[in-house]
């Protein structure tokens, strides 16, 4: 412990702490105040999940967790240095309270009800089928969320494709179309677009304005993907699935259907507690608890607790279900949540910033240049938390959500697609691509590293969003 207080003191030093804590005036970190160097736990916790589990991955499974707390108080320490335990504390509870946990539990819960919903049947994973399901997974995501729909559906994919030797890029695939781009044509889809939702955007504004754009993309992408597993399907000998130990094949059909009907609960609970403000029950610490996200985070631990109730056991284990992803997820978006605090707080201080340069950009002569608020939405969301990044661009828009939609609907459909549509560049971009990769991950699929996966979504999803930004922005 002492040489870890060394090494943050050390660090402190580099931020320019100095040597007192400072009297804290205000209990959030001041984001106009911050340099850059704030950023830095944030992005080891980054290079951490990328590079770790490529040189030492044996290191890694053991310790990912003691990794994750590690760069959290990364942050911490030196922010009690630097403006009191008070503000640390607060930035803490802050971040937990409202943000890691409702994050968790609602992952907790689309986990739980989701892995109690078999596919039963012998659904053979032939480029067509695979297709299709990632055809149908895309239109569900924008009215499940993509969460929703991605935890129902993948393990369908795992199983289909069990039999095949190249199955990766099917996973890839279902994170670019279930798990990002299919959440872009209702505010159900993606919490960016939810938050604007609640802001006053119309819930059918994003269907009609970024319908074109989501087309695009998806059709596009299904065919690239049809293409790359016909190939690879074709080299692999047009394998089909063995049926040996079964006496009669089973059925085609949904074991689990309760938990469908959990499923449209979730929804239904986040979409009601969301119009419903019940005002603030308590507050810790400063930090206001609002009355319908307590309602919704018990509403939702209820459903997941009834789904392990009423679902057999044996469906689950049918399903190779294990507790392994979420615990994953968990721990390593404790560190992620913990240690973007400071880039979040830039971000938020707009152009008394650090990042006061990024966020000029977005304007020229007085206009707004909408394809730099696609492309800087939509990389920042690629590696921070996609809905304060749209609310950020959003408010530098004018935030007047009416002008918005009949003045200047370019730009904010520039926005929500960049928030939606490109949390698909990184593993960490949008909630779902994590937990898919370690749910395959969990049931033998060897997927690529955090920079690997990068090299997919750069090669791929890239030029079509400069082929986008070229047709549309």
């Known amino acids: 412990m002492p040489t870890f207080m060394i090494l943050l003191a050390m660090f402190s030093a580099l931020l320019g702490i100095p040597a007192t804590a400072l009297a804290d005036q205000h209990l959030s970190v001041p984001g106009a105040q911050l340099t850059i160097y ?8 980054l290079l951490s999940i990328a590079l770790i589990p490529l040189f030492a991955p044996q290191f890694w499974e053991h310790h990912f967790g003691k990794i994750s707390v590690f760069w959290a108080m990364a942050f911490l320490v030196p922010c009690a240095l630097a403006y009191g335990f008070s503000v640390a504390f607060y930035e803490f509870l802050h971040i937990i309270l409202l943000d890691y946990i409702p994050f968790i539990i609602l992952l907790f819960t689309l986990f739980t009800v989701a892995g109690g919903v078999r596919l039963k049947g012998s659904l053979t994973g032939t480029p067509l089928v695979n297709t299709s399901l ?17 935890m129902i559906l ?20 279902f994170i670019f179309l279930v798990a990002n ?9 993606d919490p960016p677009l939810f938050l604007g939702f609640l ?20 059709v596009a992408l299904l065919l690239i993907y049809l293409t790359i597993d016909s190939v690879l399907y074709a080299k692999e000998g047009k394998p089909l699935q063995s ?11 949904i074991d689990g259907k309760i938990n469908l009907l959990f499923l449209l609960g979730v929804v239904a609970v986040v979409l009601v507690t969301g119009l419903s403000p019940l005002g603030v029950v308590t507050t810790i610490y400063g930090i206001p608890i609002e009355g319908q996200n307590l309602l919704r985070d018990v509403l939702l631990l209820g459903i997941a607790w009834l789904s392990l109730r009423c679902t057999d056991g044996t469906c689950r284990e049918l399903n190779c279900f294990s507790w392994a992803p979420i615990q994953e997820v968990a721990k390593l978006f404790l560190g992620i949540f913990i240690s973007m605090i400071p880039a979040i707080a830039i ?10 340069g990024l966020i000029q950009l977005v304007t020229h002569n007085g206009q707004p240049d909408n394809a730099m608020y696609l492309w800087l939405t939509g990389m920042l969301s690629s590696f921070l938390d996609n809905a304060p990044t749209y609310v950020v661009f959003f408010n530098t828009a004018g935030g007047d959500p009416m002008h918005l939609m009949h003045n200047a609907p370019a730009t904010l459909a520039a926005i929500s697609a960049g928030a939606v549509f490109m949390g698909a560049n990184t593993y960490i971009g949008n909630a779902p ?16 590293s955090f920079f690997g996966y990068m090299a997919w979504s750069v090669g791929i999803l890239i030029p079509l969003f400069l082929l986008l930004t070229w047709v549309f922005f």
Not at 135 to 147: D, E, H, K, N
Not at 181 to 189: Q, V
Not at 199 to 218: Q, Y
Not at 433 to 448: D, K, L, T, W, Y
């Open 38 to 45: 704030w950023a830095i736990p944030f992005a080891c916790m």
């Open 134 to 150: 990632l055809a149908i997974g895309t239109v569900l995501a924008s009215w499940m969320g993509t969460t929703g729909a991605a």
């Open 154 to 173: 993948i393990r369908p994919l795992l199983q289909a494709n069990a039999h095949r030797r190249y199955k990766v890029h099917s996973i890839i695939f």
């Open 181 to 189: 781009i299919g959440g872009s044509l209702t505010p159900l889809g």
């Open 199 to 218: 802001k006053g955007v119309s819930f059918f504004w994003v269907t009609t304005n970024l319908f074109p754009k989501t087309l695009m993309m998806v």
């Open 243 to 253: 049926s040996d130990g079964q006496e009669a094949p089973e059925k085609l059909g």
């Open 347 to 356: 971000l938020k201080a707009g152009s008394d910033g650090a990042l006061s």
């Open 433 to 448: 691509n994590f937990m898919v990769r370690s749910i395959a991950e969990n049931q033998g699929v060897r997927m690529p």
